[in-house]
């Protein structure tokens, strides 16, 4: 079991100070960011939050996502991230929750999604906003590291191969898959895995 303590803190902020983010030039896409929160759960294991989003979302509803979404003008990844938690789940983090930053993932909707890593100390209560998300998870990293994980998909409309991730009994798509890919190969293994890649299914091209 992976606990969520003061050593890990430790070791995921040293792999992540160790890695070069790649980042993506926005051009025609809009900037975006998610936050990837490490929490605990009641036996103590570190996990990771995962949301269902509201049937009632006029863009991706239903989906598996991280707390996220555009960043404003003059806002850097990393206050939207802390904001859209806020305002999601009702999560409030400072500053110097971040842990640091992931690749930046463009999508195929017109996004460029900018990860950054929190530590979700304090996580005990979260009050989900129905308006953007169903339900919440806490998903243990260990889930994570499973032989299983991940599946990838060949598709005859790309040549890049679709990634999955499963998890609570369904299978996760990219972006969020490919973002959690890499979350196990940097954060937990300290390997600069690159994966902005991993294709979409075609159904989250629109």
């Known amino acids: 079991m992976l606990a969520f303590d003061a ?4 070791r995921a902020r040293g792999h992540l100070d160790a890695f070069a983010a790649r980042p993506h030039d926005a051009e025609a896409r809009r900037p975006a960011a998610v936050a990837v929160v490490l929490v605990p759960d009641d036996e103590g294991r570190a996990c ?8 009632t979302l006029r863009a991706h509803a239903r989906q598996w996502a991280l707390p996220g979404g555009r960043i404003d ?14 305002e999601e789940v009702g999560l409030t983090l400072g500053a110097d929750a971040v842990l640091g930053r992931l690749d930046d993932y463009p999508t195929r909707s017109g ?14 209560e ?19 590291d499973r032989p299983e994980v991940p599946i990838l998909v060949a598709i005859p409309e790309s040549e890049r191969p679709v990634i999955q991730l499963p ?15 890499q979350l196990r190969e940097v954060v937990l293994h300290g390997r600069a895995t690159r994966v902005d ?6 159904w989250a091209w629109r």
């Open 73 to 86: 003008a003059g806002e850097s990844a990393e206050a939207a991230a802390l904001r859209e938690l806020a």
């Open 197 to 202: 890649h991993f294709e979409q299914p075609v």
């Open 7 to 10: 050593a890990l803190r430790g």
């Open 48 to 55: 990771f939050l995962l949301t269902r989003r509201a049937a």
């Open 126 to 144: 979260l009050t989900l906003n129905p308006d953007e998300v169903v339900r919440v998870y806490r998903v243990p990293l260990d889930d994570l």
């Open 111 to 124: 996004f460029v999604i900018t990860p950054i890593v929190v530590w979700g100390d304090g996580a005990a």
């Open 167 to 181: 998890l609570l009994g369904s299978l996760i798509h990219a972006p969020t898959a490919a973002v959690l890919y």
